[in-house]
């Protein structure tokens, strides 16, 4: 291997290090804010995270972070708009099926029911948990259980 090679090879093991002890810092800095309860800078700086920090080894910890910072500042639909994207990313997992379930969930909240039926239906026809699976049955049950009500 020449000089210049095995130079070039060493800075990008430099930057790869350097990268990932970044990503790691400022999700520590947005766990710190979530733990204050500053819920508002724990996102943007989660955002911030998962842009600059693409495939990072904590992303899927600061999507849940994400998630659950959503959920103490009351923004519904960007919870359900990031368990999907969690899904999206990782649709083969039971974590990621676990979000789609948390995006249906979270639609149901938001009154979209459809988008919420569609989602259900789907964990319950093509999913290989059975766990989720069902789940997601119980929360179509329970949805015709109070359509009826609401219909009498």
Known sequence: MSISAQSSKKISEVYETENKKQGELLFRKAQE????RNYTKSIEELKLFLVL???HSREW??????????RKTGDTLALAQNELRMYKDYPNTEDGLDAYLE???AFLRLGKEEKAISILKD???????SKIAQEAELELSQMEILGEIKNN
């Open 61 to 70: 910890e600061a999507r849940k972070l994400l998630s659950s910072s959503f």
């Open 103 to 105: 995006s249906a969930r």
């Open 33 to 36: 804010f979530f733990e204050d």
């Open 123 to 129: 964990i319950t026809t093509n999913t290989f948990s």
């Open 53 to 55: 920090y693409p495939r």
